[in-house]
Every structure is written in structure tokens, then in C-alpha cells.
């Protein structure tokens, strides 16, 4: 969450071995039951919020068929296996070079043994990338980014130390934050050769560098990339002061990351051990 994903989606979705469905975050391991993430309710929202942000002039083809794909796969009532797989269904005529489908979601970095069995009954091989980012400016990230995409982004500038603190104990805001338990859990339930791990500061200061990377993790041909799209800020949130109170907590955090990815064997970036805000 907030550290890279979106971009990494845009320059990998002209890569010819890999297919995306036109949603790029599905979550069904995470909620294979369409409890909460995969419920039609929420994936009624995110349809509608796609629509809201259509502008007329790029009503096109791609863009019709995508709109068809949400009607007749994403928003299906039943969500299971062959939902799941449908998808995905287009790959065949779209983009027969494809070796890989991508799913792009935060919440698998929580999945435990079940959940990775369940990724495996569907999955002829399993490729994971994670990606990292500064604990503390990630966090601070999200908090913005979470204000703004609730429609409350003006509460930002009034935010009291209660909410700032309440965020930062959240049980799922932690969990996210908790880059050594997420890597601990993969390595458990993933082979070493499954898992890549990636720096979102990579990705900012390398980022040919840090796609070639990722082509070799997943063992496809490099691609030529639009170049002049790796500078591109994607999904900026409002820039502003920190809060002495979230600056204290995160760092907290930040601290305790680095201390734990270096006992995992992890060389972190150097901006990593520069404490928030200095």
C-alpha cells in the first residue's frame, strides 16, 4: 500500500508476457468468501467510482470493452474459482504472449498457508512481489491517501493527535506497517524462488533498473518501456506538514523495521536509516 504498486502497473501492462484484467486490484484470495473486499456491494462501488472518473473523450474501444468486461465477469453475483478465472479469460484472443495474469493486491501479504494453497490450486507457478518503502513516509502516505479517498481530504489540516494516534494503532494500519512479519510469512509459505523483493526508493531513484529486475525475477525478455513515463508521480496526495505526534509514532516504526529487515538478511536503503523528518 503506497509504495509503487500503481506505477508498477502501468509499465508492466505493456509488457507483452504479462496480461491484466482492466481492474488492477482483485483481492479474491483475500476474501474468497465476498465477505467484505469481494462482496458486490464493494465491487459495485469500484465500478462506479471507475465510471465517475471516465472523461467522454477517451471512450474507446479499450475502454468500452473494459466497461463490458465489469458488467459481465467483475460484478457477476457469484464470486468462486471460475469467477476468478473468467477474469482472465480474455488473455487467449487480447494478449496470447502472455506467461503470467497479474493481480495486484496489499492484503496478500497477509495470507497464510491456506490461503497460498488456494493461490497454488489455480496457479501453474506462483511469482510474489513485494515491494517496500521508508516504514514512516509510507505510513504517512497512507494516511493521506486514505483522508482523500474518503472524500474528507480537507480534515487533513485539522486532524487532531487522537485520530493520528488511533491510526497508527490500528490493528490492519500495523500490519501493513509490519514489513518483517509479512516477509516472514512469505518465506514461510513461499520457495525462495517464488518471492521478489523490491524497494519502492528503487523504483523512484533505478527505474529501468528496477524493471529489468523484476524481468529477471520473473524470468521473461526485456521489454522496451515508455521512458518518459518513469518520472510520472502516480496517485500524489496532499503535500504538508507532519504532525510532531505521527512523525513520534512512525518513527517508532521505522526504527523497529530496520532493526528487524536487517536481522532478515536485508540491506535496506540508506535513506531508511535517516530517523522521520531529519
Do not use: C
Not at 471516465?54 to 479499450?62: D, G, S
Request: no cysteine; charged share 25%.
Amino acid at each position: 500500500m503506497k509504495a509503487g504498486t500503481t506505477w508498477l502497473h502501468q509499465n508492466l501492462a505493456g509488457h507483452p508476457a504479462i496480461y491484466f484484467s482492466p481492474e488492477k486490484e482483485i483481492h479474491y484470495f483475500a476474501d474468497p468468501a465476498a465477505q467484505s473486499y469481494m462482496s458486490l456491494s464493494h465491487r459495485t462501488d469500484r465500478y462506479q467510482r471507475v465510471v465517475r472518473n471516465l472523461k467522454p473523450e477517451r471512450l474507446n474501444a479499450h475502454v468500452q470493452r473494459n466497461l463490458a468486461w465489469y458488467a459481465s465477469h467483475y460484478l457477476a453475483p457469484t464470486v468462486d474459482d471460475k469467477w476468478y478465472t473468467d477474469l482472465f479469460a480474455a488473455r487467449s484472443t487480447i494478449k496470447p504472449s502472455a506467461r503470467y495474469v497479474a493481480d495486484f493486491s496489499n492484503l496478500y501479504m497477509t495470507l497464510d498457508g491456506a490461503g497460498w494453497s488456494h493461490v497454488r490450486s489455480l496457479a501453474k507457478t506462483v511469482r510474489a512481489i513485494y515491494t517496500m518503502r521508508h516504514p514512516a513516509k509510507r505510513l504517512w502516505s497512507q494516511l493521506k491517501f486514505s483522508y482523500e479517498f474518503a472524500g474528507r481530504g480537507d480534515e487533513l489540516h485539522t486532524i487532531d493527535e487522537d485520530a493520528l494516534t488511533s491510526f497508527l494503532k490500528d490493528e490492519g494500519n500495523r500490519q501493513h506497517a509490519d514489513y518483517a512479519g509479512a516477509i516472514t510469512r512469505l518465506r514461510t509459505h513461499l520457495a525462495p524462488e517464488e518471492i521478489g523483493f523490491f524497494f519502492f526508493e528503487d523504483v523512484r531513484e533505478k527505474p529501468l533498473d528496477t524493471l529489468r529486475a523484476i524481468e529477471t525475477f520473473l524470468d521473461i525478455k526485456a521489454h522496451a518501456y515508455r521512458e518518459d513515463r518513469f518520472g510520472k508521480t502516480v496517485n500524489p496526495s496532499t503535500s504538508m506538514a507532519v504532525p510532531p505526534a505521527f512523525a513520534e509514532g512512525a518513527e517508532t516504526i521505522r526504527a523497529d523495521q530496520v532493526t528487524k529487515l536487517t536481522k532478515l538478511g536485508f540491506t535496506v536503503p540508506d535513506s531508511w536509516h535517516t530517523p522521520f523528518l531529519k
